[in-house]
Every structure is written in structure tokens, then in C-alpha cells.
Nanobody
Framework: EVQLVESGGGLVQPGGSLRLSCAASGFTFGSYDMTWVRQAPGKGPEWVSTINKGGSSSYFADSVKGRFTISRDNAKNTLYLQMNSLKAEDTAVYYC????????????????WGQGTQVTVSS
């Protein structure tokens, strides 16, 4: 059974930083592209970033480009999202997601989701 468990969320002031983690189990982590998706209050899910299986390529939404970094440790079966220069509009629940076949920017196409971790950016 695929399990994705996010952690690291919390309350941070604008301009601050957080690092999210996603512990994966139940599948061969190093064989899957991995993605972060977020959902703000009252809005639909938004694709944030994807990293390929080996960690050599990564992709970002324009809204976070230059501020967020995605990485993975295949030996630890863990995905990360380093978030810097946080803004109020980054407030959302952040989900670690993956899929057997899909690795694009449509959140609704992903089959496997974690429970999410809340990030709140506020002074």
C-alpha cells in the first residue's frame, strides 16, 4: 500500500522559510517521479513542483519559481520542499503526490496523495 506522510508545516512570518518532508513507503520510491501540490482555502488544488526519479530534473510553477526548491533522498525514501521568501499567498495545505503513470501539472490526475501539512504565512 502506497503511503505518503508529510511533515514540517506550521506558522511562519512573511519572508520566512520552511522545509517540508514527505516520507514514502509501500512502493519503490526511486522509480517514481514525485510532486508537491497545494490547496489554499476555498480554492482547488494547485501543482507546485515535480522532481524526476533520480533527482536530476525539477520543475516549478511560476508562482514559486526562484523561491522553492524540491529535492529527494532515494536512500531515505524522502521527498523535500524547501520554501524561502514565503508570502501570504503561499498559505495552503501542501500534499506530496505521485502516480504510476502521470507526472504532469494537473493535480487531479494523481492517484496517490498524502494527508497534507498546513503552511500558514502570516504576521
Amino acid at each position: 500500500e502506497v503511503q505518503l506522510v508529510e511533515s514540517g508545516g506550521g506558522l511562519v512570518q512573511p519572508g520566512g522559510s520552511l522545509r517540508l518532508s514527505c516520507a514514502a513507503s509501500g512502493f519503490t520510491f526511486g522509480s517514481y517521479d514525485m510532486t508537491w501540490v497545494r490547496q489554499a482555502p476555498g480554492k482547488g488544488p494547485e501543482w507546485v513542483s515535480t522532481i524526476n526519479k533520480g533527482g536530476s530534473s525539477s520543475y516549478f510553477a511560476d508562482s514559486v519559481k526562484g523561491r522553492f526548491t524540491i529535492s529527494r533522498d532515494n536512500a531515505k525514501n524522502t521527498l523535500y520542499l524547501q520554501m524561502n521568501s514565503l508570502k501570504a499567498e503561499d498559505t495552503a495545505v501542501y500534499y506530496c503526490v505521485t502516480d504510476d503513470l502521470y507526472a504532469g501539472t494537473d493535480p487531479y490526475e494523481y492517484d496517490y496523495w498524502g494527508q497534507g501539512t498546513q503552511v500558514t504565512v502570516s504576521s
